[in-house]
């Protein structure tokens, strides 16, 4: 009898942490239910925690922004550049005419200049000259003037002209001499007076003397 009440006694004793766990276990999922119902009842008024996703730009139409500064900054440059190379090539192009004046032109004009100095009035040879425009194309975009010059009389003379350059208001902002020696009679010479100034405001060439001598 003894040894049946005490086997009993063994086996609830060892029984006892089985059920104490098992009502551990228990109680713990039905905090875990309690926890998760009370959590999504009060979803609407609590913010959640969570980081937002980044969108999914792969469904997005037109350009990004930074792209569309990226290409106007690339297309301003590319103007310009365009612009710069295009002032050169003009700036090169006015050289290289310049350069096409011979040196003997050039002691021609400067022996013209000093034969006016001393004229008064314009001269007594304006109706052995006359001028006409040279087009800008030919010119590397120079204000050029072709200065026609024809002795008129029946012996060798030499000449000196001034062709003056004036703006819109009449003003002379520009002075340039060209002139031939010793000129058979009836021969004629075409040199060029060729304004350095730039391309704008315009200017208008105007023959200011002409002197045979």
Known sequence: ????????ARRAGRSRPVAL???????????LVSCSSDSDSGSSSTPSTERPTAPDT?????????ALSSAAASAV???RASVSAAAASASAAASSFEASVSAEAVRSNKAAESELKNVEGQGNATS?????????SQT?????????????????ASYAVQVDFLDSSGKVVETRY?????????EKVQPLAISRKPSEPVLTP??????RY
Do not use: C
């Open 1 to 8: 009898m003894r040894a049946g009440a005490s086997h009993q």
């Open 128 to 136: 052995d000259v006359s001028m006409t425009g040279k087009p800008r």
């Open 140 to 156: 590397g975009g120079l204000l050029a003037v072709v200065v026609t010059i024809t002795n008129k009389t029946d012996k060798k």
């Open 77 to 79: 440059a590319s103007a």
């Open 58 to 66: 792969a469904s997005f139409s037109g350009t990004a922004p930074s």
């Open 178 to 186: 060209v002139g031939e020696e010793n000129l058979a009679p009836g």
């Open 206 to 211: 105007k023959l200011a003397k002409a002197q």
């Open 21 to 31: 766990a098992l009502a551990v276990v228990a109680a713990s999922t039905v905090t």
